[in-house]
């Protein structure tokens, strides 16, 4: 079974929507919130670790980090090395995401550097090797308003009492 081949039941899409809002969340509380029991929430919660489904993890705000300089860089590439192109760009620490997509670019990738010069050296000094790189079109980012990523889970909602509801109206 893939990634894409199964969906989150209504308690773990609810673990997740707690778990964003505090991810040091314990099974304990998770299982208040959600009144559902605790070895229950640490059943689902270790299986959807374990599938790979979620993951927990800090994010930092890239500036407090030492990358001063964000961008948004479109790649445009020959299509038979689409695939290859994108998993090479996805092993630099410091790219934060890899998109295949239409439009203008073929891979489009968010990337954080320590400075202009940083952007620099990774567009004409590293990326030359890649030969079936045509193209590139970069956009410098000068002010981040959101970062911390996506906070929400389709459905799912967290009222002012804590409460987890489900986009079926039952109460978790």
């Given at each position: 079974?893939t990634?894409?081949?199964?969906?989150?039941?209504?308690?773990?899409?609810?673990?997740v929507r707690?778990l964003q809002?505090?991810?040091?969340?314990?099974?304990?509380?998770?299982?208040?919130?959600?009144s559902?029991?605790?070895?229950?929430i640490?059943?689902?919660?270790n299986?959807?670790?374990?599938e790979?489904?979620v993951?927990?993890?800090?994010?930092a705000?890239?500036?407090y980090?030492?990358?001063?300089?964000?961008?948004?860089i479109g790649?445009?590439v020959?299509?038979?090395?689409?695939?290859?192109?994108?998993?090479k760009?996805?092993?630099?620490?410091?790219?934060?995401?890899?998109?295949i997509?239409?439009?203008?670019?073929?891979i489009?990738?968010?990337a954080?550097?320590?400075?202009?010069?940083d952007?620099?050296?990774f567009?004409f000094?590293?990326?030359k090797?890649?030969a079936s790189?045509?193209?590139?079109?970069t956009?410098?980012?000068?002010?981040?308003?959101k970062y911390?990523?996506?906070?929400?889970?389709?459905?799912?909602?967290i009222?002012?009492?804590?409460s987890?509801?489900?986009s079926?109206?039952?109460a978790r």
């Amino acid at each position: 079974m893939t990634k894409s081949d199964r969906a989150l039941d209504d308690i773990e899409r609810g673990i997740v929507r707690l778990l964003q809002e505090d991810g040091r969340m314990s099974s304990i509380e998770l299982s208040r919130r959600l009144s559902v029991s605790e070895p229950t929430i640490r059943k689902k919660l270790n299986r959807i670790l374990e599938e790979g489904l979620v993951t927990i993890r800090a994010v930092a705000d890239p500036a407090y980090l030492g990358y001063k300089t964000a961008a948004y860089i479109g790649f445009v590439v020959e299509r038979a090395h689409l695939e290859d192109v994108a998993r090479k760009l996805s092993t630099y620490d410091f790219v934060d995401s890899v998109t295949i997509s239409t439009g203008a670019n073929d891979i489009t990738i968010k990337a954080y550097f320590e400075s202009i010069g940083d952007v620099y050296a990774f567009l004409f000094n590293e990326l030359k090797g890649i030969a079936s790189i045509r193209d590139t079109d970069t956009t410098l980012v000068f002010q981040e308003i959101k970062y911390f990523g996506l906070k929400g889970v389709v459905g799912i909602q967290i009222d002012e009492n804590g409460s987890v509801t489900s986009s079926t109206g039952a109460a978790r």
